[in-house]
């Protein structure tokens, strides 16, 4: 269901295994996670995301103006989505 969580996250460089756990225990679990990471996208560290895969969620790292663009399309679509978003 809709719902909006405070994710304890500054900037992209907070962004860790650690800091994505609040999105790994949602339920129904998502299967799509899009990251905004601020004015421009920000690169993660590879390990990150290939540990949300293994988790059976994809990531889609975007600036935040274009991340909530997809989170709402997404959304449109009725996939089990959520936004991680830093302003910009």
């Known amino acids: 269901p809709r719902s909006i ?3 304890n996250v500054g900037s992209h460089r907070d962004i860790s295994h650690e800091s994505l756990s609040l ?21 993660l560290h ?3 995301l290939k540990q949300m895969r293994e988790c059976g969620i ?10 909530c663009a997809t989170f709402n399309f997404l959304m ?10 830093i302003p910009p």
Not at 23 to 43: A, Y
Not at 58 to 67: F, G, H, P, R, Y
Not at 76 to 85: C, D, K, S, T
């Open 5 to 7: 969580l405070q994710w």
């Open 23 to 43: 999105f790994r225990l949602l339920e129904p679990q998502i299967e799509i996670l899009v990251l905004g990471t601020g004015d421009r996208v920000e690169r």
């Open 46 to 48: 590879p390990t990150t």
């Open 58 to 67: 994809a990531v889609e790292v975007q600036d935040t103006a274009n991340a």
């Open 76 to 85: 449109n679509e009725r996939r089990m989505v959520a936004a991680g978003l």
